[in-house]
Nanobody, 115 residues
Framework: VRLVESGGGLVQPGGSLRLSCVAS????????MSWYRQAPEKERELVAS????????NYADSVKGRFTCSRDNAKNTVLLQMNSLKPEDMSVYYC?????????WGQGTQVTVSS
């Protein structure tokens, strides 16, 4: 299993970023996918999750209405569109999947929100 995130960077408050996670090594369309984030000295927290066919999504209260999670099963890719970014969204964002009881994580992509 391999997960590779991209799309992080520096953005001003109120700006937008789109994160991508390309997956390989497992039947992508059979598994739900999730995005987590972890800020310095804080615990990793669940940001969004999406069902295997993309019909259901769940979001942390702190990002509802601002973030949208989607997936393209033909490209083995899960996306996180982040709008109206706030300084408190600054974190390393990770893609995650649980395959046959084992959790797998990407290397993470840094999102910095600063003026």
């Amino acid at each position: 299993v391999r997960l590779v995130e991209s799309g992080g960077g520096l953005v001003q408050p109120g700006g937008s970023l789109r994160l991508s996670c390309v997956a390989s090594g497992f039947p992508f369309s059979s598994y739900a996918m999730s995005w987590y984030r972890q800020a310095p000295e804080k615990e990793r927290e669940l940001v969004a999750s999406i069902s295997n066919l993309g019909r259901m999504t769940n979001y942390a209260d702190s990002v509802k209405g601002r973030f949208t999670c989607s997936r393209d099963n033909a490209k083995n890719t899960v996306l996180l569109q982040m709008n109206s970014l706030k300084p408190e969204d600054m974190s390393v964002y990770y893609c995650q999947v649980k395959v046959r009881g084992t959790e797998y994580w990407g290397q993470g992509t840094q999102v910095t929100v600063s003026s």
